[in-house]
């Protein structure tokens, strides 16, 4: 029957999963934030590091700026669907971000430039749905906000209603300060990202180090300007440690390094990245698993027992 088969298709850890041991915090101050709300329990004191201590709600802008002033480091992971979501968030991971780099690990463009709105929001959907507590910020692609200030948050509304995402990035600087503030008037939290911005690929010829020399001085006045629009983080991509650095200590929104070295506030890669699934990487990914020799194995060996007659045994098998 249809719904036998249905149903024993959900992964079978949806029935059996423990109770969640959320491993980041939040802040005390939530009846501050939520003036409407009833009085919180008065429970034991909650730890307040972003990453690494327990919470019972999802991460805030606020949250994310109190980890700045506490000098606390914190990792941000891409996720485009629900499993990895759930994964990544029961690993502690405070923001997930449903990159445009979907274009290129899910929907296999060589570039970011072809994703759409309609293809992502789907995504960030499933994110949402995936992670229980981790903030989801969702990626505006490329042609959905650069336009006008009505494109921008025609695009961003469509993420903050379909996809009930917590906030949206945009790439870019000065140029788009417009977009910025009205999104920011509108109630939507926005984080900038500046150096590498993969949409600009064909501007830059190429996927090259950003922001070197005079750059460099650009690039810290775009970081201002944005911070000054109301910006809660900026993306730093590609771009030297040092400048990373200046940048980081000019602002007071975290600063969130990729392939910028160690002096940001928050770091961030691509998951199929960080877990060692795609073959081929730039200098500042560091592989934490070799997914794509795991999952190659586990094909082989099934499709090999599978050839053999050897699965499924009467333990996979219905009476
Ligand atoms: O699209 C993306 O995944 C990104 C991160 C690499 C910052 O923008």
Redesign the pocket.
């Known amino acids: 029957m249809a719904v036998v088969l249905v149903g024993s298709s959900v992964p079978s850890g949806y029935a059996t999963v423990a109770p969640r041991d959320w491993r980041y915090t939040v802040s005390s101050d939530v009846s501050a934030s939520t003036p409407n709300s009833p009085a919180q329990p008065q429970g034991p004191a909650q730890p307040t590091a972003l990453y690494g201590g327990q919470g019972t709600r999802r991460v805030t802008v606020r949250d994310i700026a109190a980890a700045k002033g506490r000098h606390e480091k914190w990792p941000m992971l891409?996720a485009y669907d629900a499993l990895s979501a759930r994964v990544f968030d029961e690993a502690g991971i405070p923001v997930l971000?449903v990159?445009?780099?979907?274009a290129m690990v899910v929907y296999g463009y060589d570039s970011?430039i072809p994703v759409t709105v309609d293809d992502l929001v789907p995504l960030a959907a499933a994110v949402v749905r995936g992670a229980k507590r981790a903030m989801v910020v969702a990626?505006l692609p490329f042609g959905s906000y650069q336009a006008s200030v009505p494109e921008a948050l025609a695009s961003a509304t469509r993420f903050m209603k379909e996809a009930n995402v917590q906030a949206i990035?945009v790439?870019g600087g000065r140029r788009i300060l417009p977009q910025v503030e009205a999104m920011v008037a509108a109630g939507i939290p926005v984080m900038g990202?500046l150096g590498l911005t993969?949409q600009s690929v064909n501007a830059f010829g190429g996927y090259r180090v950003q922001g070197r020399g005079e750059d460099g001085e650009r690039l810290l006045a775009d970081a201002k300007a944005l911070e000054a629009a109301g910006a809660f983080s900026v993306?730093l991509?590609c771009v030297p440690d040092e400048l990373a650095r200046r940048v980081t200590a000019a602002l007071s929104v975290p600063t969130?390094g990729?392939g910028a070295g160690e002096g940001t506030d928050a770091q961030?890669?691509?998951w199929q990245d960080m877990a060692g699934l795609t073959p081929h990487t730039a200098k500042f990914v560091k592989k934490y698993a070799d997914l794509y020799s795991v999952l190659g194995d586990a094909a082989r060996e099934y499709a090999e027992e599978v050839v053999a007659g050897t699965f499924p045994t009467p333990e996979y098998s219905y009476r």
Not at 99 to 102: F, K, L, N, P
């Open positions: 891409t971000l990159g445009d780099s979907a970011t990626d990035k790439e990202h993969p993306v991509e969130i990729i961030v890669l691509v």
